[in-house]
């Protein structure tokens, strides 16, 4: 591979201490355990008919590629979790990929009404057959066992080489209500970027197992229009709706944290932060007065806490 | 012909786009999403216009993706450290693979826009300017930044302490840390 090299690193540090791992990062060989795919095959049209609307979109994109995405907008994973399997020996064409894909599709949709999202990626390397089987679930554990059953037992029947992921379920939760909340929030994002000058932010909320879903949203601009029909939205799907007049909307707190906080910041350290719409509540170890004169003409800065009180935060 | 050369674009550019996304994302899932989306948006573009430097269009599409993804990440709990299934068994380790763990382990831990301008910088060698227009920040941000992230990876890379030595045997290879 050819590396281009920078055109200049008159401000740069000396990096010379990074020269084997960038050696390593520029060696193809060692990122991901399983070779490139070579094909990516052809999702079947028949798929996406079962599939929630909200994956219209990227199914849209992915039957091109036959890749199947469904972004976790709301939910962990705990990431992939290879799964010993046999491998296939023979050699393998698009045309045998397709039927399994097909295949798969065929045995995993009925559980879509159980897992949130799922999708099926099976890739060839011209020798055996990878297949990738990943869900994300708002619901128990009896609910999913199923599903990875039968992912496990597809990936056994036809010699596939699998990985099984799945997410992190929300506790007690069922899917209808995650759908519910997704499909909600997609509608109250679209009414509010109808509408930039609202300075809009929003949060999902669904992990809280005695309340239920609900939408948190964030505006700097009341527009009472769009405000109604967002409480319609809620109030129909069943999702409860909180509209805050805001300072800040989420994106400017997370663009000023990003910009301007530091890891030494000469006497103190910020260990922790909180954004709320009147500002961001910052942690800071070590010199609480000087931290506080430091954000004192900072209007974004809406409180300084000693670490020691610090308690849910989103780590830096 | 055109799936052809795809695929060789893909076969090219993956491993690359790869080490891109999990090196400036905190999660390995995640940044393999990243990957396989802009393989679909590439494929989408692929048919219509071929870019003239594929891969160079590829990644400012995973930079923003990323970026957008961060902007969302409230929804999201935060997932610190490496997942589980990331750490290898300590007894695949070869040099090339423990050097890998390492270096993501310590850009996972450096502030989100540290760790995207070193990566982009040091990593994919991209100029101050290149990295302050794909961030949408300052050239004196890109500084900052950059100067920041690799003081803390010189920390955190720097080999271990010495342990006190064993009269048969000593490492002097740094240590792979987990942060849990």
Redesign the interface.
Same mark, same amino acid.
């Given at each position: 591979m050819t590396i281009r090299q920078p055109s200049t690193r008159r401000d740069d540090p000396d990096t010379s201490f990074l020269a084997p791992y960038q050696a390593t990062y520029r060696s193809n060989a060692v990122w991901g355990p399983e070779p490139a795919p070579r094909r990516f095959t052809s999702r079947p049209a028949t798929t996406g008919r079962s599939l929630s609307p909200w994956l219209a979109i990227p199914v849209a994109a992915a039957a091109v590629v036959g890749i199947a995405v469904a972004a976790p907008l709301a939910f962990d994973r705990t990431g992939d979790s290879p799964s010993g399997a046999a491998t296939a020996g023979a050699s393998v064409d698009a045309s045998t990929e397709q039927a399994l894909l097909s295949e798969a599709y065929a045995a995993l949709d009925p559980f879509n009404r159980v897992p949130a999202d799922f999708d099926v990626l099976i890739t060839s390397d011209g020798e055996a057959l990878n297949f990738s089987f990943r869900y994300w679930m708002p619901t128990d554990e009896a609910d999913y066992a199923p599903v990875h059953e039968a992912a496990l037992a597809f990936a056994a029947e036809h010699g596939l080489q699998g990985a099984i992921s799945e997410m992190i379920p929300a506790d007690g939760w069922g899917s209808d209500a995650a759908s519910a909340l997704r499909q909600t929030r997609s509608t109250i994002d679209t009414l509010y970027a109808s509408s930039p000058e609202a300075g809009y932010s929003a949060s999902s909320q669904f992990d809280l197992v005695d309340d239920g879903p609900w939408i948190l949203v964030w505006r700097t601009t009341p527009i009472a229009d769009i405000d109604e029909a967002a409480e319609s939205a809620a109030a129909a799907a069943g999702i409860k709706l909180q509209i805050l007049d805001a300072q800040w909307t989420q994106t400017q707190l997370e663009g000023y944290l990003e910009e301007n906080v530091g890891e030494d910041l000469g006497g103190f350290t910020i260990t922790g932060n909180k954004m709320t719409p009147s500002g961001v509540i910052l942690w800071v170890d070590g010199d609480l007065a000087t931290a506080q004169s430091t954000f004192a003409e900072t209007p974004i800065v809406l409180a300084i806490r000693p670490a020691s009180e610090q308690g849910s935060n989103v780590p830096l | 012909m055109t799936e052809a050369s795809f695929?060789e674009f !893909?076969?090219a550019s993956?491993?690359?786009l $790869?080490?891109l996304a999990?090196?400036i994302s905190r999660?390995? %899932?995640a940044a /393999?999403?990243l990957v +396989?989306?802009v393989?679909?948006?590439m494929? =989408?573009v692929w048919?219509k216009d071929r870019p003239v430097n594929p891969h160079s269009y590829a990644r400012t599409a995973l930079v923003r993706r990323h970026i957008s993804? +961060?902007?969302? @990440?409230?929804?999201?709990?935060?997932? &610190?450290g490496m997942?589980? $299934? /990331?750490v290898p068994a300590p007894s695949s380790f070869d040099a090339? $693979?423990s /050097?890998?763990w390492? *270096?993501v382990d310590a850009l996972r831990r450096l502030?989100?826009?540290q760790r995207e301008v070193v990566v982009l910088?040091?990593?994919e /060698? &991209? $100029? !101050?300017e290149e990295v302050a227009d794909l961030l949408g =920040?300052s050239q004196g941000?890109v500084?900052?930044h @950059?100067?920041?992230g690799? %003081?803390? &990876?010189?920390t955190i *890379?720097?080999p271990a302490p010495a342990p006190t030595p064993a009269p048969e045997s000593r490492s002097a290879s740094p240590q792979f840390r987990f942060s849990p």
């Open positions: - | 695929e !893909i076969a993956q491993p690359r $790869t080490a999990r090196s999660e390995t %899932a /393999d999403d +396989q989306g393989m679909e948006q494929w =989408i048919q993804s +961060q902007r969302r @990440a409230h929804r999201r709990r935060e997932v &610190l997942d589980p $299934t /990331d090339a $693979t /050097d890998r390492m *270096l502030p989100p826009r910088r040091y990593f /060698d &991209l $100029t !101050i =920040i941000a500084k900052r @950059a100067h920041r690799v %003081a803390r &990876l010189r *890379l720097a």
